[in-house]
């Protein structure tokens, strides 16, 4: 086609888009009801190609408008992924293949060729209105959305960060500019393009943690191999969850995909915090009962934001963290805690009440896992499963913290939970024999009972273990019993 022609078909394509952009889009998902989603008034419809395990593997499903925000996700890396946003009803139901030299752009157009010859009529008329309020309100229009999924297009950060703003700044910046979800991608890239990796910190099952200098300010990156991809692809997705920012949940700050040519570094950068995590800290320090009441607050907080759904166009669903332990708990300069590790995290779509159960499919930890994991009795279409299994998992992380409180000089050694019952590498089945069939739960000190701190504590973390994951309490629940702790005699003095 000739450029004249490829530019004009480009203007209607965007005029399509326009009009589409008034309400939800219909599109193509294997997973949901019917087979289709419907995505709020300004959604994509997503489709991609992973490779995984040298199988190609195609996920079709709805994309929100805050997910559209952090775009990343609208972005191929080569021979990895491919992916696809489009803004029209089941413009996603065509199946994208890897090999192919082109990407997957030639068969899409020529479909929607057709579609223009049908609709241009009707969205003329439509058009002239909504492209006003377009220009009037200042939003992106679907022509700057498309243009901005080049992945080489230059970063015009001068434009988007002024240099002497700090990190702290700019993410007010973001939190005060109404998305609520995330900076915007030239912004990340430029952050994380300007960033100097200075030592290693920690190392998970993806790859490595790194502390890194950001004008002159410490940032954690954490690195995935290209294998990873769907892994930080996930985990960058939950933290732009509209409002999902809290001071009890590790703060991001940034996601890139840098394809140097030969592979894909994909880097998750976030607020760095010195203490590490929980476990290190637990490990090297006691705590005071002050202290304790201060970390098990904040983790109960950084839960109950998680779990709670809030309504509204400002508001975040329901989420649930799947692989809640002391690693996954960072330790804050102030004595609070923030959860981390969000890439095994289920959001709850209770308009539809679907789950969006991430594309990889990793588990969490064994040691961790819920009786009802173990012996894979939980309903996996109930939400609120999720979220108790998160609570059995609290408990453990506040047993590991009471033991290391230390009244009046004494204290426990730290331990991980079911130390003295199963071997060092627990299997599902050694963890199941213990905690299914034997019923057995790590066991409280009789000397929590002369500290009230420790005596309620011990109290909380049964009340979190119960085999019958209905009875156990919620995070709200343990966030407001610990609270009132804080304000009792004893934790005080
Ligand atoms: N923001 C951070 N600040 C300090 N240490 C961190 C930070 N993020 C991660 N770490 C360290 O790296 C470890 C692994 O990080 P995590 O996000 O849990 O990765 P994985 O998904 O590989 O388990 C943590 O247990 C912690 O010790
Ligand atoms: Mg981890």
Redesign the pocket.
């Known amino acids: 086609m000739t450029d004249p022609g490829k530019q004009s078909l480009q203007v209607v394509l965007v005029l399509l888009c326009v009009c589409q952009l008034t309400s939800g889009l219909k599109c193509a998902c294997p997973l949901c009801t019917n087979h289709t989603c419907e995505t709020a008034p300004d959604g994509a419809c997503w489709n991609s190609v992973m490779l995984i395990d040298g199988k190609e593997e195609t996920v079709k499903s709805c994309l929100s408008p805050s997910e559209m925000k952090g775009q990343v996700f609208c972005y191929s890396s080569k021979n990895v992924s491919k992916r696809n946003c489009c803004f029209t009803d089941f413009c996603n139901n065509e199946t994208l293949h890897l090999h192919s030299e082109r990407p997957s752009e030639e068969p899409g157009w020529s479909g929607l060729q057709l579609t223009v010859v049908i609709l241009v009529p009707c969205c003329l008329l439509c058009l002239g209105v909504l492209l006003g309020v377009c220009l009037v309100q200042g939003h992106h229009c679907a022509y700057g959305r498309a243009h901005k999924q080049d992945p080489e297009e230059p970063l015009d950060d001068q434009m988007l960060m002024s240099p002497d703003k700090c990190l702290k700044e700019l993410i007010y910046d973001m939190s005060t500019s109404g998305s609520g979800s995330g900076l915007p991608l030239l912004v990340q890239r430029t952050i994380a393009r300007t960033i100097v990796l200075q030592e290693t ?2 190392k ?3 790859g490595e ?1 790194w502390r890194g200098k950001w004008r002159g300010e410490d940032v ?1 990156v ?1 690195i995935f191999s290209s294998r990873d991809e769907r892994s930080w692809f996930r985990e960058a997705e939950i933290y732009q969850t509209i409002m999902l920012r809290h001071e009890n949940i ?1 703060g991001f700050i940034a996601a890139d995909n840098k394809d140097n040519g030969s592979w894909t570094q994909l880097w998750l950068v ?4 010195e203490h ?2 929980l476990y ?1 800290y637990l490990n090297r320090y006691t705590v005071s009962v002050e202290g304790m009441v201060v970390l098990a607050l904040s983790i109960a907080s950084g839960l109950a934001h998680l779990h709670m759904e809030i309504i509204g166009t400002q508001g975040k669903p329901a989420i649930a963290h799947r692989d809640l332990k002391s ?2 708990v ?1 330790v804050k300069k102030n004595g609070m805690a923030a959860i ?2 969000l ?1 095994l995290a289920v959001k709850h779509n209770s308009s539809t009440n679907t789950i969006d159960i991430p594309f990889n499919h990793r588990v969490g930890t064994k040691r961790y896992m819920a009786p009802e994991i173990l012996d894979e009795s939980i309903n996996l279409n109930n939400f609120e499963s999720f979220k108790r299994a998160d609570i059995y998992s609290l408990g453990l992380v506040f047993w590991e913290l009471a033991r290391r409180c230390s009244v009046r000089g004494l204290h426990e050694d730290f331990q991980l939970p079911y130390y003295d019952m199963v071997p060092s590498d627990p299997s599902i089945e050694d963890m199941k024999k213990v905690v299914c069939d034997q019923k057995l739960r790590p066991s409280i000190p009789n000397q929590w009972q002369s500290c009230e701190a420790l005596r309620v504590m011990g109290k909380l973390m049964r009340e979190c273990w119960y085999a019958n994951s209905a009875a156990r309490l919620t995070a709200l629940r343990v966030k407001k019993t610990v609270s009132q702790l804080s304000e009792t005699k004893d934790v005080k003095d």
């Open positions: 910190i920690g998970g099952r993806f943690v954690a954490k590790l976030s607020e760095y915090h590490g995590s290190d690693k996954n960072l981390a590790d890439g």
